[in-house]
């Protein structure tokens, strides 16, 4: 009645209501479920029954998007660079350092259209490198795998091939003993909800905390489901160097342990198994290969060593008695093991120096304790909800509108449900993305394959440049995260200042980060201000049935709910006008806007048979009725452990990848767990740091490496933030600022939290909330110390990710410290392991001192 409008929209943080007044965003809240809506499941499980909440939960990131749309942040206007003549002087150096002033868009434009067609006339194929995130606003069609890729496309570019970030251990290490490429080397998931509350007697989170990452995309939809465990008297164990809050919620043990140590733990644990008889003898006899020799290299018959629990204490802080009573209680009760923040992968430990080894171990416990048996399987109840897998609706990773067939899983299902133009890159050259700036600077850089439709592919090195090709002599970089997200990253600062860089351009939405480091900036508007489609954390093609973390599947028409703020417009629309000066803007449009493509994807789907097109647009939103009881999908694993055919909905392995007959077996070239990787044997049988037989090789950065260790003694990780998704929530004045535990304001400042233990605190004088320097050879950072028992002592913990770069002069005449809290600063961009492009920038070692910002330090 008061006029105000209700739209719905979709986040990386889950659903929403949008309520709009007088043209601006008023509240957002969830989506409460109404009578309307298709019935949820129920879960019998040890005489009671369970139902979920009938609403969308959110993110913490999400809560805070209203005030991200009206950040004084926003990029309202096409700006240049006060110094930058695209006809005169280009003054590279000054990148970062000059500012800037507004133009109009016409002059923008043309200047990247007359830019790009240099780049081909002068230079050639491949002169054009786009650097892109891994996340975006959320929605099929301005998602970047998809607008942009159509973009990249249709002008042809560099590839900056990125590394599996988020699964680093599990891919290069994982996979090797079971198979899973299509997963990346995670295991499956489905049933597994059902299964851990009805079988299950222990949950050990290793690495993991659902209730900070929220798994991935999923709201607070696992929570619940852990309560319940927790009211059916399921026992609970955290392995972590930081007490979490899933630990602090659930409570149960919490195994304290010194970060990149965990393989040693693991190992010992199984020593245990094998010493006192607690493994699966039968499954092990059955199921798996190589048995003999890992069973002698636990018993150290091999190496002298018994990797007994007295063995591990030294690397990783444990007590022997607790790794024994772990093994014990572990061996003897059936467990899941949530191993990462899904339960079923990833996880801080798997992105450190021995992530693969970590993962490769977890496979192997569930090897012998015999995956897949009732209440024995990977989870925490945070997949495997009993959903309808049958209903198609693409994920993100499925390409949308790109016509991109090689780099998206297009070709599966949503190229032939929606036919639209194809697009191919003619540019074969590619970048790995944690080499770009050597890359620049150096001219050449080497990396490995991500590639997850095979096992193999992850051996054969590229390199760029590649032959034929142009070097790269223009940068369009998309959002500006590198600075918060990459290893040791005030490489980003040189090579934006190259002069082999003529051109940069930024399409950003926000002020901040690589954005400042541009000669062109292009404001991109957020996704309340301009038409999408999306079904809640479905990102398939990256993660197949993602939205198994759902309580209930939700497919949205994200409405345009506000037009766009100053000048700003949607990345839509900007690639369209500049490819409309380059004579392509009908090839990428294909006549549509951007709300016809929604009714396009909507007609690819399977939601027509449900509902029509008018009533979804004025609702907007529909939710899929549960499973029926009777018809569930069986649990992953459970067809392996009794022999059987495969029998869950993902179809991988592709057919050809079974060794026997189609749906019989894993991946492996046994087509059972092995021991002994015959893959790493066949790919890298020389690389030392990959032994196809698993064995604990102490971290390069570390307590081992005894120099480094000397000078810089403490230990620090950069877990995934709880409030901000990444970058995106953070800064830019976002209400995520006021949180005590994300940033705290001092001065004027909102400094970037890092906790630190009471005696390390108290040995550097160093109080609670007081600004500290935290360094390394590498650079040199500003933080507010949060003094707690949380962490154990010679480690620290902050977040990752953090949203600006900030230098200032910090230190005596000419120290440069980043003030506003980029762990990624200190990490190191060293591989994991040779012979690998896994990231390891989880943990590296520091020292840290008081810090009082020097007299006239502007906040
Ligand atoms: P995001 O913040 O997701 O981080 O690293 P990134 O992918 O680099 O970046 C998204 C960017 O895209 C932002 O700049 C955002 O503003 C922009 N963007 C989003 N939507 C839009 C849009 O609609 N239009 C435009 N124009 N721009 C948009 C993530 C990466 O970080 C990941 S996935 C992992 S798993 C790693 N984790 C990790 C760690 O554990 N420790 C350490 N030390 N480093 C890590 N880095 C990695
Ligand atoms: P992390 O925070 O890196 O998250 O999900 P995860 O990889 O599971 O690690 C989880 C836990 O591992 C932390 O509690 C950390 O203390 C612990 N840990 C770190 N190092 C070690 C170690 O050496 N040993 C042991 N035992 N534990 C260790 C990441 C996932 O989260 C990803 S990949 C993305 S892209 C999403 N990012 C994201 C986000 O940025 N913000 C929010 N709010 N949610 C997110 N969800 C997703
Ligand atoms: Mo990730």
């Keep these: 009645p008061d006029g105000t409008v209700r739209y719905t929209t979709n986040t990386n943080g889950g659903p929403m209501f949008v309520y709009v007044k007088d043209g601006r965003i008023v509240r957002m809240t969830p989506i409460v479920l109404d009578e309307t809506d298709a019935p949820s499941w129920s879960i019998q499980a040890r005489g009671k029954t369970f139902t979920p909440w009938r609403k969308s939960t959110l993110s913490p990131h999400a809560s805070a998007l209203k005030s991200m749309v009206y950040s004084d942040k926003r990029l309202l206007y096409p700006m240049k660079r006060v110094d930058f003549d695209p006809d005169g002087e280009r003054n590279p150096q000054n990148r970062g350092i000059s500012g800037y002033e507004r133009i109009s868009w016409d002059e923008a434009l043309d200047t990247v259209a007359s830019e790009i067609k240099r780049m081909k006339k002068e230079h050639g194929p491949g002169a054009i490198a786009i650097p892109m995130p891994s996340h975006h606003q959320w929605g099929n069609i301005g998602y970047y795998l998809s607008a942009l890729l159509r973009f990249g496309n249709l002008i042809g570019f560099t590839r900056v091939h990125p590394n599996p970030d988020s699964w680093e251990g599990w891919y290069w290490g994982a996979m090797h003993h079971f198979g899973g490429s299509l997963r990346l080397g995670v295991p499956s998931f489905y049933g597994t909800v059902e299964d851990c509350l009805q079988e299950a007697q222990q949950i050990v989170f290793w690495s993991s905390d659902p209730e900070s990452t929220n798994g991935l995309y999923a709201g607070f939809e696992g929570t619940q489901r852990r309560l319940w465990a927790k009211e059916l008297g399921i026992e609970f164990v955290h392995i972590d160097p930081h007490l979490n809050p899933t630990a602090q919620l659930l409570g149960g043990k919490w195994i304290s342990i010194r970060p990149a140590t965990d393989a040693a733990l693991a190992t010992a644990i199984m020593h245990v198994w094998v010493a006192e008889g607690l493994y699966d003898k039968q499954y092990v006899a059955d199921r798996s ?199 040791k990253s005030t490489r980003f600062e040189q090579s934006y200042r190259h002069p082999s860089i003529e051109f940069v351009v930024n399409q950003s939405i926000w002020f901040e980060g690589d954005a400042k480091y541009a000669d062109i900036i292009l404001p991109a508007c957020t996704s309340f201000e301009r038409w999408d489609i999306s079904e809640w954390a479905n990102c398939a093609g990256y993660i197949h049935h993602n939205n198994a973390q759902l309580n209930h599947r939700i497919v949205t028409l994200q409405h345009k709910a506000i037009e766009p703020l100053g000048e700003s417009k949607s990345d839509y629309q900007i690639y369209l006008e500049i490819l409309h000066r380059l004579g392509l803007g009908a090839m990428f449009s294909e006549g549509c806007s951007e709300l016809d493509w929604c009714k396009r994807v909507f007609d690819s789907t399977d939601l027509p048979k449900y509902i029509g097109w008018k009533e979804f647009v004025k609702k907007g939103y529909y939710v899929l009725p549960a499973e029926p009881e009777k018809t569930r999908t069986a649990v992953s694993m459970r067809w392996y452990a009794e022999g059987r055919p495969k029998d869950i909905p993902e179809p991988h392995p592709l057919p050809s990848q079974f060794t026997e007959e189609f749906g019989k077996g894993l991946e492996t070239q046994s087509g059972k767990l092995e021991f002994v990787s015959s893959s790493l044997l066949r790919g890298q049988a020389d690389n030392p740091e990959r032994p196809a037989l698993n064995r604990y090789i102490p971290a390069w950065e570390g307590p081992h490496a005894k120099e480094l260790f000397e000078k810089y003694p403490l230990q620090m990780i950069s877990t995934h933030p709880r409030y901000s998704f990444h970058t995106y929530g953070d800064g830019k004045d976002s209400v995520l600022n006021d949180i005590d535990d994300h940033r705290i304001f001092i001065d004027g400042y909102y400094y970037w939290v890092m906790k630190i233990n009471p005696e390390d605190a108290a040995k550097r004088g160093i109080r609670h909330h007081q600004p500290i320097r935290v360094f390394n050879d590498r650079g040199s950072v500003i933080f507010v110390a949060d003094v707690s028992p949380l962490v154990g002592r010679g480690l620290m913990k902050t977040f990752e990710s953090n949203a600006d770069f900030d230098p200032v002069h910090t230190h005596g005449t000419d120290g440069v410290s980043d003030r506003s809290g980029c762990a990624n600063v200190l990490t190191s961009p060293r591989p994991q392991q040779q012979g690998t492009e896994g990231m390891a920038a989880n943990s590296c070692l520091v020292e840290m001192q008081p810090w009082t910002p020097p007299a006239g330090l502007k906040s």
């Design 289 to 487: 290969t190589g048995f003999d020799e890992w069973r002698d290299y636990l018993l150290g018959s091999t190496d002298g060593v018994p990797k007994t629990p007295e063995w591990q204490e030294g690397e990783t802080g444990v007590p022997a008695h607790v790794c024994r009573a772990l093994a014990r209680s572990w061996g003897s009760k059936k467990t899941y093991l949530s191993a990462g923040g899904l339960g079923a992968g990833w996880g801080g430990a798997c992105r450190s120096a021995t992530g693969s080894q970590w993962a490769r171990c977890m496979i192997l416990m569930m090897a012998m304790q015999g995956w897949g048996k009732p209440g024995i399987n990977f989870g925490n109840l945070q997949f495997g909800a009993p959903l309808d897998y049958e209903f198609y609706f693409p994920g993100y990773a499925e390409g949308g509108i790109s016509g991109e067939l090689a780099f998206t899983a297009s070709g599966i299902n949503n190229y032939q449900r929606m036919p639209h133009l194809i697009t191919m890159n003619p540019v074969k050259q590619m970048i790995p993305r944690q080499r770009l700036p050597e890359a620049i600077v150096e001219g050449h850089s080497k990396g490995f394959m991500w590639d997850g439709s095979s096992m193999e592919a992850q051996f054969a090195p590229f390199e760029y440049p590649m032959p034929g090709y142009s070097k790269i002599h223009m940068l369009y970089r998309y959002g500006g995260s590198s600075f918060g997200t990459i290893a």
